[in-house]
């Protein structure tokens, strides 16, 4: 059985989730430095080696691409994982800086959403999770706020109950931000979406 992909971005160091045994850590670019800091030991490279240009172990088995393609070096991680059957994904040190690169790497992180995985991306500040057609369950956690947008055009049926300001059966859309910044009131927060894909953060305050 298929467990978790750990993929290691070149955004903004962040903590690295702890590998378990039969999980597989993917390295993109720059994340291999993220990487070799952390002291996490990886399975696969992704790289175009455009901000990354230093020595590579070689117990882990790379993957070159060239600097010129459709497709970021996170998003080529993500299509790996999908095309070879993780269920679950970790998506790390991929948000901070640059804006552009971090919503990217949301994008790629939805993408996997939408191929059926359970989807994690893990900031400093930041927790995102992404949910399609299902329920999350999220324990209080305290001095943060729970956010919850629709990420697909419209989100229909969805609950958010244990915060201060709940919903049942309602319609989120991506052009308005409905549920933004909410509290959690219960020990926790039920989130149900029946139709769309939904956007889930837990920021610190």
């Known amino acids: 059985m298929r467990k978790t992909c750990i993929i290691i971005s070149g955004g903004e160091a962040s903590p690295i989730p702890p590998r378990r045994p039969g999980d597989l850590v993917i390295a993109c670019d720059r994340g291999y430095v993220h990487a070799r800091a952390a002291g996490v030991r990886c399975d696969l490279l992704i790289s ?40 679950r994904l970790e998506l790390c040190c991929a948000l901070g800086g640059r804006l552009d690169h971090a919503y990217a790497n949301l994008q790629a992180a939805a993408y996997a959403a939408r191929a059926g995985l359970s989807v994690r991306v893990c900031g400093n500040e930041d927790t995102v999770w992404f949910l399609r057609d299902g329920a999350l369950t999220l324990p209080r956690q305290e001095s943060c706020s729970l956010s919850v ?34 509290q959690w009131r219960q020990p926790q927060a039920q989130i149900r979406v029946t139709t769309g894909l939904l956007m889930i953060v837990v920021s610190k305050l």
């Not at 080696?49 to 070159?64: I, K, Q, W």
């Not at 994982?81 to 269920?87: D, L, M, P």
């Not at 958010?160 to 549920?179: D, R, V, W």
């Open 149 to 182: 947008f629709a990420w697909s055009e419209t989100c229909t049926g969805v609950d958010i109950h244990g915060t201060k300001y709940e919903l049942t059966g309602s319609e989120l859309t991506n052009a308005f931000p409905l549920g933004v910044s909410n």
């Open 48 to 87: 175009d080696f455009d901000s990354y240009t230093g020595d590579v172990d070689p117990a882990v088995e790379t993957l070159r691409y060239a600097s010129e393609k459709d497709d970021t070096d996170t998003m080529l991680a993500v299509r790996y994982a999908v095309e070879h059957g993780w269920e």
